[in-house]
């Protein structure tokens, strides 16, 4: 299985704070890389797929970069909305595997 | 509008069975892959299973000969039957659908979760 870890685990920033996320898989997985974001008792939304193709609806602020083994997911200018949960997952192939997730806050 | 419902999770006894439903709308489940998707408390995500709209299946090996995937297309619900359940598949147990752009897959829809407690 494909392997991903996200650094850092956990990251205090501000409002209007740009912050970035990586996400590295332990093989090449092209740009088959989603980001998510989680907010407590809800369900995952899609951020991002493909690395960097942003799902409609999503603010712009958001973005992400990164193709075979390296990601990241930038959020420039935080809104008080943005803090929450972040997961990468590669889509390259079965089964799918996600980050550990990386918890933002409020400093 | 696309939307995903669970039901089914509770709580259950080492070994027991439950069986969860997603019933979906504003789209169709037989023409497109749909994951089971889990979260432990406190834990991160895990793939379970996915259907695909040719009706292949595929599972996670922690759940492999545990658990199966099916869909009725008459009542536009994709199940998850979970067999001899451990303490460990206790999580939060999340439908979602698989969306293709151009070869590139992400789960763009997710159901809001039904909790699995699995204890004696």
């Known amino acids: 299985d494909i392997q991903m870890t996200q650094s850092p685990t956990s990251l205090s920033a501000s409002v209007g704070d740009r912050i970035t996320i990586t996400c590295r898989a332990s093989?090449?997985?092209?740009?088959?890389l989603n980001w998510y974001q989680q907010k407590p008792g809800k369900a995952p939304k899609l951020l991002i797929y493909?690395?960097?193709s942003l799902q409609s609806g999503v603010p712009s602020r958001f973005s992400g970069s990164g193709s075979g083994t390296d990601f990241t997911l930038i959020i420039n200018s935080l809104e008080p909305e943005d803090f929450a949960t972040y997961h990468c997952?590669?889509?390259?192939?079965?089964?799918?595997?996600f980050g550990q997730g990386t918890k933002l806050e409020i400093k | 509008e696309v939307q995903l419902v669970e039901s089914g999770g509770g709580l259950i006894q080492p070994g027991g069975s439950l069986r969860l439903s997603c019933v979906a709308s504003g789209f169709s489940v037989s023409s497109n892959y749909m994951s089971w998707v889990r979260q432990a408390p406190g834990k991160g995500l895990e793939w379970v299973s996915v259907?695909?709209?040719?009706?292949?299946?595929y599972y996670a090996d922690s759940v492999r000969a545990r658990f199966t995937i099916s869909r009725d297309t008459s009542k536009n619900t994709v199940y998850l039957q979970m067999d001899s359940l451990r303490a460990e598949d206790t999580a939060v147990y999340y439908c979602?659908?698989?969306?293709?752009?151009?070869?590139?897959?992400?789960?763009?829809?997710w159901g809001q979760g039904t909790l699995v407690t699995v204890s004696s």
């Open positions: 979602a659908r698989d969306r293709n752009w151009s070869g590139y897959w992400a789960f763009d829809h």
């Open positions: 997952q590669q889509s390259y192939t079965t089964p799918n595997t």
């Open positions: 259907l695909y709209s040719g009706g292949d299946t």
């Open positions: 493909a690395a960097s």
């Open positions: 093989q090449r997985i092209n740009t088959n």
